[in-house]
């Protein structure tokens, strides 16, 4: 939890500063037991801790109800270390009923977030299956489970052991698409937006730079323009101009936001909105800063 930073902060929220949002963490825990908040090295950011995304999304929902603005960072699971020193993580006893015919989706889905499947019984018009996943290949897995299954799928998941560290895990298939310009979205350039993508935008809405306005079909993120206007002249063109055929923007919830962001991404809350943006909003300092990073891997 965090001070938002965005350029649209402070016009929709009542409770914007640094001390409001510590005094409102701190209170929730008189009543929330299972809650942990520690200060960060920063002054402006709040180490939260709770017992799963569920948990987390119930209390940021609460605050943005009270009028209190924050921004939030990806969720992060807890490591430990056993007693030679070896990083170990949490694992999740998973059980799913699914359709037959969505059986090998899920399958390969839980096993590319390193997933281990241990059982398998299959029913009239269902499969059951349980696996053993570390909590980390959770997070974002509900919106992933509900569209492969289309809806059909039930899945429930307990804590099981600490085992050692599995290794890193991909995070999500696509991109997203960035905005590279500040001022209100047209129907003129989201036309052309939506071709790269879906969008999570309608025309009209306030964005800035480094804003997420969609989501790329492609791996890579993508920086677009949704505000360009379009230029008029004082030629006659030969037909009247076409109709704008734009598609309704999916329409994001404050869960499937959070399942959505990535490391480098974070989530604006306010008591009217809710929007997804990158921690660097300037499109050439992001990129400079993830060349750094694919240098220093290398």
């Not at 993580?89 to 037959?100: G, S, Y």
């Not at 704008?244 to 809350?269: G, N, T």
């Amino acid at each position: 939890f965090m001070v938002n930073t965005s350029p649209l902060a402070g016009r929709e929220g009542k409770f914007v500063t640094t001390p409001k949002i510590r005094e409102r963490l701190y209170r929730e825990l008189r009543n929330n037991v299972s809650l942990r908040v520690e200060d960060s090295d920063s002054p402006d950011v709040f180490k939260v801790s709770g017992r799963g995304e569920l948990q987390l999304a119930i209390l940021i929902e609460t605050m943005r109800r009270e009028g209190y603005e924050f921004a939030v960072s990806r969720p992060e699971v807890l490591f430990r270390r056993d007693e030679k020193g070896a990083l170990i993580e949490p694992i999740e006893n998973v059980t799913v009923d699914v359709p037959q015919e969505h059986v090998g989706t899920v399958i390969e889905s839980l096993g590319k977030r390193k997933g281990e499947m241990t059982g398998m019984s299959p029913g009239t018009d269902s499969v059951r299956c349980e696996f053993l996943v570390p909590a980390r290949g959770l997070i974002g897995f509900r919106t992933e489970f509900l569209t492969s299954t289309r809806g059909m799928g039930i899945i429930h998941h307990t804590f099981d052991s600490y085992q050692p560290y599995k290794g890193p895990i991909s995070g999500r298939l696509r991109g997203a698409l960035v905005s590279m310009e500040t001022g209100n979205s047209t129907s003129y350039a989201l036309e052309m937006v939506q071709v790269r993508g879906t969008l999570f935008i309608e025309p009209g809405q306030p964005v800035y730079e480094g804003m997420i306005i969609g989501e790329n079909a492609r791996e890579d993120d993508l920086s677009v323009n949704g505000c360009r206007m379009k230029h008029l002249t004082n030629m006659r063109s030969s037909g009247s101009d076409g109709l704008l055929k734009l598609e309704a923007p999916r329409q994001m919830s404050l869960e499937q936001c959070i399942e959505f962001l990535e490391d480098d991404e974070l989530l604006e809350v306010t008591p009217i909105s809710v929007r997804m943006r990158k921690k660097i909003l300037d499109t050439t300092m992001r990129q400079r800063a993830k060349k750094r990073e694919a240098a220093a891997m290398e």
